[in-house]
């Protein structure tokens, strides 16, 4: 351990021990018994979202804007361009101010651009790593402290807001000791192994030195399937335990069954499995027709360099370019559909 990473872990046990807060010490205490059960890390892969740095506020910062969980630079592209957009449509009624927001979305109509600004405000599109802990047992599951609704239901309904969205890219920011160890960790990270292609790994590289400083992204939690080759996500990340294990009981209640097409007796067989899960309560694993899933618990992380988070890479792949997605909206506030 180097001195640095001494000093800063220090400090951030001398913080908790000043806080004096139980809450805080039972996570510390789950972190530490989590780094003991679940020793390794499993990379998914790169994830990608929108920061924005408005110079107004007293302390200008980056912020995330859109959720990092995008495949695709593309994706988050677009993503901006609607934000844009719409704040044009609707956010406003200043000709100049309107004008202004649409040039940048021009731009992203003809450009695979990461950064575009507009009215002094600067939106970046940014990369980060997906990964979880993994054991002897596979991937971690969700903690007794990770939060969970206070009133959780079953029921089809729009789930908790995502933690990303107005999220300050503060990479002096830790919960505690072993968080802000992690993160230390996490500096020198780069790809290794035979799987990815040389320019990706010299990215990497690359990235570590000029991004040298990384920001823990709030936890989600995703539903994971264990195969021959290890454990496959199937479906989103949610903000909560509770909302992946209603994507799982959905899936298996009955819109897997519309989507594989499922005979009458395999769609029985998975909904009796359904109804066991969600009568279990907090239960992290469902097992049907010999396939197992599993809610896990899912990390991400920004590189964060002297101008703030990373963009995305040389080699990091789109399957389509930009376009225009939205109709011709004209200064004045007129939506022009017919060009």
Not at 244 to 260: C, F, N, Q
Request: glycine content about 8%; some cysteine.
């Amino acid at each position: 351990m180097t001195d640095d990473w001494k000093r800063r872990l220090d400090a951030l046990h001398a913080d908790l021990v000043r806080r004096d807060d139980p809450v805080a010490w039972v996570m510390e205490a789950d972190a530490v018994e989590a780094s003991r059960r679940y020793p390794h890390i499993a990379l998914r892969g790169p994830v990608f979202g929108v920061a924005v740095r408005d110079p107004a506020p007293a302390e200008p910062r980056w912020r995330l804007l859109k959720p990092v969980v995008d495949g695709m630079p593309q994706q988050a592209r677009d993503g901006l361009n609607s934000h844009l957009w719409f704040t044009a449509k609707d956010g406003t009624d200043d000709p100049a101010v309107r004008r202004a927001l649409l040039a940048a979305v021009s731009v992203l109509e003809r450009d695979p651009a990461d950064e575009v600004e507009a009215l002094d405000v600067r939106y970046r599109v940014v990369r980060g790593d997906e990964f979880a802990r993994t054991g002897d047992d596979g991937l971690e599951p969700p903690r007794p402290t990770d939060p969970e609704p206070v009133c959780p239901s079953w029921e089809e309904r729009a789930g908790a807001p995502s933690p990303d969205v107005g999220f300050a890219l503060d990479p002096g920011r830790d919960e505690g000791p072993m968080a802000g160890a992690l993160r230390l960790g996490l500096r020198e990270f780069v790809y290794s192994g035979a799987r990815f292609p040389e320019d990706v790994l010299a990215d990497s590289v690359r990235a570590a030195a000029t991004h040298p400083d990384v920001v823990r992204l709030p936890v989600g939690f995703a539903v994971a399937e264990r195969g021959v080759s290890g454990w496959s996500p199937c479906g989103s990340l949610h903000p909560t335990p509770h909302d992946a294990r209603r994507s799982l009981y959905d899936g298996m209640s009955r819109v897997w069954a519309m989507l594989y097409r499922f005979d009458d007796r395999r769609k029985a067989r998975y909904a009796r499995a359904a109804e066991a899960f969600r009568a279990a309560g907090r239960a992290d694993e469902a097992t049907v027709d010999d396939r197992v899933f599993r809610v896990c618990r899912v990390e991400r992380m920004i590189r964060m360099g002297p101008d703030g988070p990373e963009p995305p890479r040389p080699s990091d792949v789109d399957e389509y370019g930009p376009m225009k997605i939205h109709p011709t909206l004209r200064e004045d506030g007129t939506v022009h559909y017919d060009d």
